[in-house]
Each structure stands twice: as structure tokens, then as C-alpha cells.
């Protein structure tokens, strides 16, 4: 589908046919791209990169001399999967080519953006804006759900109630995170080659609309590494709050070993069945044993009391 920005209208048209006087928009799969790339001056380098999915968020942006192309990898709301479009620009065209936009979204996004200015004022870098501006909208509330995750579990942490899952969630959280943060970079590469506008294809004027997505991004990664600091926080504390619990049981055993280790040298003592001690043929031996058992035992407690053991 294409646009048309003429006047005081924006007209959907059924085929793209540039001149001077209009700015255009388009939202197409790779296959129409195939029919149309090279009438609009496109490398067919470029077309190749729109058949495959983009493996990574750092894809990089190529600079032409009649236009910019770069694709991006987008991740979904749900965070089930990830979409990806191509992305052209030249003097009064944006392009959104269809790579894998599973669920339709990026569509919806790009009609959004297409409706966000008047006809009279649009230009090819308010519909940039506007077409990033609703990719990233949704990232605050995901980052504000990011933060409520990470405070029940250090409120979960302080009240001693970490379980087996605490770590798995935390790594859950930190890759989630990992991923947000490559994403915001390779937005931020995007914005970073349209700002400096090698090829002279946007209106410096309007290049500001450019830096305010570079600097809405910006904040989003800074929220997102302070989430990351605050994982890592969290990991922190929680194997020092392991670390004391091993120690507390340690500390345990230790005493209860110095408490009873006298009474091991006495079973010790008495086990080894000489004919000549007199214990054996005593008849208070046994009571006197048990005795002194209780009385060292007793002893070994008040001492370790003593010493605040």
C-alpha cells in the first residue's frame, strides 16, 4: 500500500509514482519490492537483505547517494517473538518493507503514523518520527512492569523468602533486559546515520524530530540499565544472603561438635575394654559416666555462652 501527502489530503494510491511535488510513504512485502526496487533506484544488495530476516539487533545502516537503508528488528509486546521490517528513505519517500511482521502490528504501526500529521505539514522526517515513536511506545509500561517484577522480589529477598526460582527469574529478567538494551542501541545507530545525513536527504530544520526519538530512546535505555543494575543488585544480595545462611549453619555445627566432642573422647575412653579399669567393676560406674557427660556437656554450654558462640 501507498500514500500519497498532496496538499491538504493524504490519498492511499494503487501504485508509486514519485515526483517533486508529494511526499510519499509505502508499506510493502519483499515480493513487491522485487517488482518495484529498481525503477525507485534501490541496490539490489539491499533487496537481498530484505529476504531474510535479520539475525541480530545490529544490522547496521548503509548510506547511498539517493537514499538510506537500514532493517530493523523489533521486539514484540509480548516478547514471544520478534518482527523485523527494511526501512528506505530517499527525498520524499519512506519505505517499510514486510520481512517478518508476524502479527500484523508493524502494519498497524505504520498506518498510525501515516495519520498522525496533517497532510499540509508532514514531512519525511515527522513521519520517521512518528512511524519509531509508536514502535517504541509501548517500552515505559514493559520497563515500569520490569520494575514492579524486580521490587516484589527484593521485597521477597529482605522478608527472607527467596526460593529456588529467585535466581531463575532474576536471570529471566536480565536477559529480557539484554535484549531491550541491543534493541534501544541499534535504534539509536538508525537515528544516529539519519542526524548526520551524509547523502543530504533530510531538511536539517526538521532533523530535530530525528533527535527527539534519539533522546526518548535514550531514556529508555537509561531506565532499562538501571534495571540492570538492580538485577545485578539482587544477585548480589542474594548469594551474600546465601553466604550467611551457610555460615549460620556452620556456626551451628561447629558449636555443636565443640559442645559434644568431650563426650566422644569419653566414649573413646571407656571403649577400649581394659581388665584394669576400675569403672567396669564399679558399681556406680555407669551413673558416674552419664554424670559426667551431663556436667562436661553443661560446662562446654556454659563456656560457649560465655564467649557468645
Same mark, same amino acid.
Given at each position: 500500500?501507498?500514500?500519497?501527502?498532496?496538499?491538504?489530503?493524504?490519498?492511499?494510491?494503487?501504485?508509486?509514482?514519485? @515526483?517533486?511535488?508529494?511526499?510519499?510513504?509505502?508499506?510493502?512485502? *519483499?515480493?513487491?519490492?522485487?517488482?518495484?526496487?529498481?525503477?525507485?533506484?534501490?541496490?539490489?544488495?539491499?533487496?537481498? !537483505? !530484505?529476504?531474510?530476516?535479520?539475525?541480530?539487533?545490529?544490522?547496521?545502516?548503509?548510506?547511498?547517494?539517493?537514499?538510506?537503508?537500514?532493517?530493523?528488528?523489533?521486539?514484540?509486546?509480548?516478547?514471544?517473538?520478534?518482527? !523485523?521490517?527494511?526501512?528506505?528513505?530517499?527525498? @520524499?519517500?519512506?519505505?517499510?518493507?514486510?520481512?517478518?511482521?508476524?502479527?500484523?502490528?508493524?502494519?498497524?504501526?505504520?498506518?498510525?503514523? *501515516?495519520?498522525?500529521?496533517?497532510?499540509?505539514?508532514?514531512?519525511?522526517?515527522?513521519?520517521?518520527?512518528?512511524?519509531?515513536?509508536?514502535?517504541?511506545?509501548?517500552? *515505559?509500561?514493559?520497563?515500569?512492569?520490569?520494575?514492579?517484577?524486580?521490587?516484589?522480589?527484593?521485597?521477597?529477598?529482605?522478608?527472607?523468602?527467596?526460593?529456588?526460582?529467585?535466581?531463575?527469574?532474576?536471570?529471566?529478567?536480565?536477559?529480557?533486559?539484554?535484549?531491550?538494551?541491543?534493541?534501544?542501541?541499534?535504534?539509536?545507530?538508525?537515528?544516529?546515520?539519519?542526524?548526520?545525513?551524509?547523502?543530504?536527504?533530510?531538511?536539517?530544520?526538521?532533523?530535530?524530530?530525528?533527535? @527527539?526519538?534519539?533522546?526518548?530512546?535514550?531514556?529508555?535505555?537509561?531506565?532499562?540499565?538501571? !534495571?540492570? @543494575?538492580?538485577?545485578?543488585?539482587?544477585?548480589?544480595?542474594?548469594?551474600?544472603?546465601?553466604?550467611?545462611?551457610?555460615?549460620?549453619?556452620?556456626?551451628?555445627?561447629?558449636?555443636?561438635?565443640?559442645?559434644?566432642?568431650?563426650?566422644?573422647?569419653?566414649?573413646?575412653?571407656?571403649?577400649?575394654?581394659?581388665?584394669?579399669?576400675?569403672?567396669?567393676?564399679?558399681?556406680?560406674?555407669?551413673?558416674?559416666?552419664?554424670?559426667?557427660?551431663?556436667?562436661?556437656?553443661?560446662?562446654?554450654?556454659?563456656?560457649?555462652?560465655?564467649?557468645?558462640?
Amino acid at each position: 500500500m501507498f500514500f500519497e501527502f498532496n496538499g491538504n489530503s493524504v490519498n492511499e494510491i494503487g501504485s508509486l509514482s514519485l @515526483n517533486e511535488d508529494s511526499l510519499f510513504c509505502g508499506y510493502v512485502s *519483499v515480493d513487491e519490492l522485487e517488482k518495484i526496487y529498481a525503477e525507485l533506484g534501490f541496490s539490489e544488495t539491499t533487496v537481498e !537483505c !530484505c529476504r531474510v530476516a535479520a539475525g541480530g539487533f545490529r544490522s547496521g545502516v548503509e548510506i547511498h547517494d539517493a537514499y538510506t537503508f537500514t532493517e530493523l528488528r523489533i521486539i514484540s509486546p509480548d516478547r514471544k517473538h520478534d518482527d !523485523c521490517v527494511a526501512l528506505y528513505a530517499k527525498k @520524499n519517500l519512506f519505505l517499510v518493507v514486510d520481512v517478518a511482521d508476524n502479527d500484523g502490528s508493524i502494519k498497524q504501526r505504520f498506518l498510525s503514523a *501515516v495519520k498522525r500529521y496533517p497532510a499540509a505539514s508532514a514531512t519525511l522526517e515527522k513521519i520517521i518520527f512518528a512511524f519509531f515513536d509508536k514502535i517504541i511506545s509501548g517500552d *515505559v509500561k514493559t520497563l515500569e512492569d520490569t520494575v514492579t517484577k524486580l521490587t516484589d522480589l527484593e521485597e521477597l529477598l529482605f522478608d527472607n523468602k527467596a526460593d529456588d526460582s529467585f535466581t531463575a527469574d532474576l536471570l529471566a529478567i536480565k536477559k529480557d533486559l539484554l535484549r531491550q538494551h541491543n534493541y534501544y542501541e541499534q535504534i539509536l545507530d538508525i537515528t544516529e546515520a539519519i542526524e548526520e545525513n551524509e547523502n543530504g536527504i533530510f531538511t536539517d530544520d526538521n532533523l530535530i524530530y530525528i533527535s @527527539n526519538i534519539s533522546k526518548k530512546v535514550e531514556r529508555l535505555r537509561e531506565d532499562n540499565d538501571s !534495571c540492570k @543494575n538492580t538485577v545485578e543488585h539482587l544477585q548480589s544480595a542474594y548469594t551474600s544472603q546465601l553466604d550467611a545462611r551457610l555460615n549460620s549453619t556452620m556456626k551451628t555445627l561447629t558449636v555443636l561438635t565443640s559442645i559434644f566432642f568431650p563426650l566422644t573422647i569419653i566414649v573413646g575412653w571407656y571403649g577400649m575394654n581394659f581388665e584394669s579399669m576400675p569403672e567396669f567393676k564399679w558399681r556406680f560406674g555407669y551413673l558416674f559416666v552419664i554424670l559426667l557427660s551431663v556436667f562436661i556437656s553443661l560446662v562446654m554450654i556454659f563456656i560457649g555462652k560465655k564467649k557468645k558462640w
